[in-house]
């Protein structure tokens, strides 16, 4: 199990920084079932160690801070713990390697391959001097955009680079080559999902070598370094959901497996955990080469922190796919840090199928998040999905696939399976006046509970106890039909989300079985 970690312990610690601090990053996994600690230094073009090849946090950044331009205090944090390890010469990477050593977790250095968090106005203190003095390199020029995302989505690609420029890979490559050559790392880790945007429209699969060739280049400098130190060098990287996905932005995923070209694949979701890696096609793809498939499993969904429910039912669904492990993306912002006994009971549960096999689940639909524009384009290399559906104001119907991973029954079998709940929130609906029916795999089911909404914004969660009834480990069939809206109902009702709860009697007492409150998502189940 691979932990990423984005080195918010920097911005969360108040200056001066000490070794001691860093070693506790370390110590806090010590005794987990993670295996690899996979460091995200910086952004990818920024970094919080000497470089030659990027530049360093807070570089050409002026003081006093300023709270207006998105310096917050974790920006002050930040920028003055990177100094203050620079000027008393005190190097991150080298104190985490070691102190990995000492718990025998493997380190690997992560890239951000193409991060895009300079975009939005507020974080422009994150612009390099060398994206500043280069916009010929970049998809497009500040404050302009390129036409091809929602005007209002444009400001987030305009500071990404253009892959399709030879000076880009090359200093992507001379900063993976000097940290082989300069750290004892176990490998690299390359994050294409932050962001999942590497090409101009139109031209991601016509330049599907420009990136292959990168992979080639940079599984060359491992190989080197490898021949010297009589030890292999992993390549990891992270990845979108599904192969055509994949292709999409220009990432020829199917090719660097079959060539052996990367040992690890992290098929995974961009910022919000939806269920939705297909694992199983690249499992099919990975097993005769030996590179090993990994699901990302991403801190939050849409509304908030995953649940410990909702950490069971992603990993349930990946492990039953047939994946080699799991890769914890952000985990670390995930609550308070360092890591109390929450995060560190989902590590000891989720590490393992059998661990989680009879323990309570929160599955999710896959759905887009298409109301704010860095999820429109982060979602670009998503699986297409149903979620959210909007009707007319006239009767119409909806069937949604609802998968369930549970082994259902042996659990029957075992008499340990309480409820099977499927909840659905809907907007824009008149609660009594709005007549819904609802089918489970061809059988009618009835509402249980119907959770109203007192803002007056039209908004419920209706839930479906499907306990008694046919339901199948994976695919299942939900059929929503709207028989007859309120009259002179204008507006259309829309299916936000579709959810699933499995409850066992035999449970564990302890964790936290609720989010932080939200209408949203009250507590289901």
């Known amino acids: 199990m691979i932990y990423d970690d984005d080195s918010k312990f920097i911005g969360a610690t108040d200056p001066p920084i000490r070794q001691s601090d860093l070693e506790g990053v370390i110590d806090n996994l010590g005794g987990t079932p993670i295996t690899t600690y996979a460091w995200c230094s910086g952004t990818g073009n920024l970094s919080y160690h000497p470089s030659d090849v990027v530049d360093m946090f807070g570089v ?45 977790i493997e380190f690997l250095y992560d890239v951000r391959m193409n991060d895009m968090h300079e975009n939005a106005p507020i974080c422009a203190w994150y612009r390099t001097p060398f994206k500043v003095a280069h916009p010929e390199l970049l998809l497009g020029e500040a404050g302009c955009g390129v036409g091809w995302v929602p005007k209002d989505a444009s400001e987030q690609i305009n500071w990404a680079f253009d892959f399709a420029h030879q000076q880009v890979r090359d200093l992507r490559l001379a900063q993976f080559e000097e940290v082989i050559e300069k750290y004892d790392i176990d490998g690299l880790s390359l994050d294409f999902m932050r962001g999942p945007v590497y090409f101009l429209p139109g031209q991601a699969e016509k330049n599907l070598d420009k990136l292959t060739d990168l992979i080639h280049r940079t599984r060359t400098a491992l190989n080197k370094k490898a021949d010297r130190t009589g030890r292999r060098l992993c390549l990891l990287v992270r990845v979108p959901p599904y192969l055509d996905g994949c292709k999409q932005v220009g ?29 199983s096609t690249f499992v099919a793809l990975a097993k005769p080469t030996g590179c090993q498939v990994l699901a990302g499993l991403e801190h939050a969904d849409h509304y908030g922190p995953l ?84 009707w007319g104001p006239n009767p119409g119907e909806l069937t949604v696939t609802v998968q369930l991973d549970d082994d259902f029954e042996a659990a029957c079998q075992e008499d340990v399976l309480q409820k ?29 509970h119907s959770l109203v909404s007192d803002t007056g914004n039209g908004q419920q969660w209706i839930g479906l106890d499907v306990t008694n009834m046919q339901f199948n480990t994976g695919e299942n069939v939900l059929l929503i039909r709207l028989i007859r809206r309120a009259d002179n109902a204008g507006y259309g009702v829309t299916v936000c989300d579709i959810e699933a709860t ?13 989010r932080p409150k939200s209408w949203y998502r009250p507590k289901l189940g």
Not at 425 to 448: K, M
């Open 60 to 104: 050409g950044l002026e003081t006093p801070y300023r709270q207006e331009l998105g310096q917050s205090t974790a920006v002050y944090r930040t920028c003055e713990n990177v100094r203050h390890m620079a000027a008393t010469g005190c190097d991150p990477v080298r104190v985490l390697i070691d102190r990995c050593r000492y718990w025998g």
């Open 251 to 279: 990432l020829d995923v199917a090719t660097w497996i079959k060539e052996a070209l990367v040992d690890i694949v992290v098929p995974a979701s961009c910022r919000r955990e939806n269920m939705n890696v297909q694992a």
């Open 420 to 448: 099977v709940t499927v909840w659905v929130r809907l907007a824009g609906s008149f609660a009594t006046l709005d007549v819904f029916s609802f089918s489970w795999n061809g059988q009618p089911c009835e509402e249980i």
């Open 307 to 390: 649940t410990i429910e909702m950490y069971r039912a992603a990993a349930q669904r990946y492990w039953r796919a047939g994946v080699d492990g799991l890769y914890l993306f952000n985990m670390c912002c995930r609550g308070p840090y360092p890591h109390g006994p929450e995060e560190k009971q989902i590590l000891h549960e989720i590490c393992e199928p059998g661990r989680i096999a009879r323990l309570d689940k929160h599955y999710i639909v896959p759905r887009r998040w298409n109301d704010a524009p860095h999820e429109r384009i982060a979602e670009a290399a998503d699986p297409p999905t149903t979620l959210p559906y909007e």
């Open 502 to 514: 499995v409850q066992y009697r035999a449970r564990l007492k302890w964790g936290r079985e609720q």
